[in-house]
T-cell receptor, first 112, second 115 residues
């Protein structure tokens, strides 16, 4: 089977940097995606890493190490509006179709 | 602006009722998905479709069925609603092909309560 592990909760101070980790176990790895979901809102796509290394998009960066089966989402200059749940996701195994398997999410709380 | 819409934001049904949840996307996406989201369990895939009239079971298909008669529309059907199907239901769509399928676009969700 496949599994994704991420911390259930993280708390960080406004203006600080926070890292949300995701370790995965899957057959046929095709890359790691990250989604953000605010309370009461829909998940929205943040980033995708298909190759090892760091991808940067503004204050958010995502990192992948395929040899370690590990990735992380890095949020810099935290703002109160970054309080949300963050999900990592991998392409689901074996079906040949384009569906994703999501982790259970990390709830980030930004405090003043 | 890309859009995925769902027929209801909130729905209350009785046990045993047949329930229809509708999802429409205007992006000409090949793939469409139905998830349910429960606290602590993340997003769990119920069914998905990669083409008109095509459907595939996800991780938790029991008690559900789907219909995709047109490319833009994907319906989730609860044949006989039960209280354990009380949940938030999210529809999503995506393009096919690498890497586009990694970006799914989600609707606002339907919070279904089964009494």
């Amino acid at each position: 089977g496949q599994s994704l592990e991420q911390p259930s909760e993280v708390t960080a101070v406004e203006g600080a940097i926070v890292q949300i980790n995701c370790t995965y176990q899957t057959s046929g790895f095709y890359g790691l995606s990250w989604y953000q979901q605010h309370d009461g809102g829909a998940p929205t796509f943040l980033s995708y890493n298909g190759l090892d290394g760091l991808e940067e998009t503004g204050r958010f960066s995502s990192f992948l190490s395929r040899s370690d089966s590990y990735g992380y989402l890095l949020l810099q200059e935290l703002q109160m509006k970054d309080s949300a749940s963050y999900f990592c996701a991998v392409r689901d195994k074996g079906t040949g179709a384009n569906n994703l398997f999501f982790g259970t999410g990390t709830r980030l709380t930004v405090i003043p | 602006d890309v859009k995925v819409t769902q027929s209801s934001r909130y729905l209350v049904k009785r046990t045993g009722e047949k329930v229809f949840l509708e999802c429409v996307q205007d992006m000409d996406h090949e793939n469409m998905f139905w998830y349910r989201q429960d606290p602590g369990l993340g997003l769990r895939l119920i069914y998905f479709s990669y083409d008109v009239k095509m459907k595939e079971k996800g991780d938790i298909p029991e008690g559900y069925s789907v219909s995709r008669e047109k490319k833009e529309r994907f319906s989730l059907i609860l044949e006989s609603a039960s209280t354990n199907q009380t949940s938030m239901y999210l529809c999503a769509s995506s393009l096919s092909g690498y890497p586009s399928y990694n970006e799914q676009f989600f609707g606002p969700g339907t919070r279904l309560t089964v009494l």
